[in-house]
T-cell receptor, first 114, second 116 residues
Framework: DAKTTQPPSMDCAEGRAANLPCNHSTISGNEYVYWYRQIHSQGPQYIIHGLKNNETNEMASLIITEDRKSSTLILPHATLRDTAVYYCIVSVRTGGTSYGKLTFGQGTILTVHP | DAGVIQSPRHEVTEMGQEVTLRCKPISGHDYLFWYRQTMMRGLELLIYFNNNVPIDDSGMPEDRFSAKMPNASFSTLKIQPSEPRDSAVYFC??????????????FGPGTRLLVL
């Protein structure tokens, strides 16, 4: 799986948009970009995923560059409850033995402050 | 659905003792994953099952660790004998294969293990 690079920490004011970057310059054509987050003392939680098109759901938006070498997770109106570690992961979705394997890096610690 | 259920939530034991962690995946999910999280190594995949069959156990640290899935609704991760370096949070996750959003992994709350 491709390696990802994320800033170790970021701050965001409550109510503002949080934009979390991720570099995955070695991503392959069949690898998806996944975002998970982990709130303190809880298990990781799925946020969103995409292949090459921008995606949006009730939690966030995912912007993937045209060359797919980087992406940005956007939380449009961050709240204090969004304070968490955010993981950017690239993974192949296949039915083979590599299916579903998520390799978590160190992630970005997002702190939302009042 | 209650989500992925893990028990116990906390476990304190002494070195050399056997430890058994339990997981009940989300009903209908046919993939089950065991992860371990420590400050030093982060979140690591230990083993995963498909339809109760172990597919990839390359992340299992050593022979002291074993995992079973006797049926679709139950899995165990056993450590025997336990050592202080096994202290970590152990997460279980499950997913539904399908090639779409169903492949999302849903994590349980974790078991916090402390080996003295």
């Amino acid at each position: 799986d491709a390696k990802t690079t994320q800033p170790p920490s970021m701050d965001c004011a409550e109510g503002r948009a949080a934009n979390l970057p991720c570099n995955h310059s070695t991503i392959s054509g069949n690898e998806y970009v996944y975002w998970y987050r982990q709130i303190h003392s809880q298990g990781p939680q799925y946020i969103i995923h995409g292949l090459k098109n921008n995606e949006t759901n009730e939690m966030a938006s995912l912007i993937i560059t045209e060359d797919r070498k980087s992406s940005t997770l956007i939380l449009p109106h961050a709240t204090l409850r969004d304070t968490a570690v955010y993981y950017c992961i690239v993974s192949v979705r296949t039915g083979g033995t590599s299916y579903g394997k998520l390799t978590f890096g160190q992630g970005t610690i997002l702190t939302v402050h009042p | 659905d209650a989500g992925v259920i893990q028990s116990p939530r906390h476990e304190v034991t002494e070195m050399g003792q056997e430890v058994t962690l339990r997981c009940k995946p989300i009903s209908g999910h046919d993939y089950l994953f065991w992860y371990r999280q420590t400050m030093m190594r982060g979140l690591e995949l230990l083993i995963y099952f498909n339809n109760n069959v172990p597919i990839d156990d390359s992340g299992m640290p050593e022979d002291r660790f074993s995992a079973k899935m006797p049926n679709a609704s139950f899995s165990t991760l056993k450590i025997q004998p336990s050592e202080p370096r096994d202290s970590a949070v152990y997460f279980c996750a499950s997913s539904l294969r399908g090639g779409g959003p169903q492949e999302t992994q849903y994590f349980g709350p974790g078991t916090r293990l402390l080996v003295l």
